[in-house]
């Protein structure tokens, strides 16, 4: 008698600790089947409890944003499936559109025209500046046209 219960609280405490990690979908509610049936729980909103607190982030959110939920345990990890299933195929198409998005980009340099009324503001170089500012001439033609 105290073997099965010292098995089933072993199993309890690992449930506890089952986290899905980088681990599949899959590969976790495998695991977590085979110690729940270990730890002989049968009620459902406890399982469904139990599994959400390994369960990742994103798919736990994924999840809550369903809104109404199954309350039995095996159409629940139907349901956990197919969202995974969903985010996963989200998140393969995210990433090819990422990586093909600039494949044909190819950006050439076009020079600009010239616009003949814009206000050339570096038409001079540093020394002609100074130049043209001790002498009082104009930036634009170096000639003396201030009005005075």
């Given at each position: 008698m105290f073997v099965l219960a010292d098995v089933s609280i072993v199993a309890l405490?690992?449930?506890?600790?089952?986290?899905?990690?980088?681990?599949?979908?899959?590969?976790?509610?495998?695991?977590?089947?085979?110690?729940?049936?270990?730890?002989?729980?049968?009620?459902?909103?406890?399982?469904?409890?139990?599994?959400?607190?390994?369960l990742n982030d994103n798919l736990l959110h994924a999840i809550h944003m369903m809104g109404e939920t199954p309350t039995n345990f095996d159409k629940y990890i139907t349901a956990v499936t197919?969202?995974?299933?969903?985010?996963?195929?989200?998140?393969?198409?995210?990433?090819?559109?990422?990586?093909?998005?600039?494949?044909?980009y190819h950006p050439q340099y076009k020079p600009q025209k010239k616009d003949n009324d814009a206000m050339d503001i570096d038409c001079l170089d540093e020394e002609e500046c100074i130049e043209c500012?001790?002498?009082?001439?104009?930036f634009i033609c170096q000639k003396c046209c201030l009005v005075t």
């Open positions: 405490s690992k449930i506890q600790k089952l986290k899905q990690l980088q681990k599949s979908l899959t590969s976790y509610i495998t695991k977590f089947r085979s110690l729940v049936a270990v730890a002989n729980v049968k009620e459902s909103h406890v399982l469904i409890h139990m599994f959400n607190l390994g197919k969202i995974d299933s969903n985010i996963n195929r989200g998140n393969t198409t995210i990433s090819l559109t990422n990586t093909n998005r600039y494949r044909n500012m001790a002498k009082g001439l104009c």
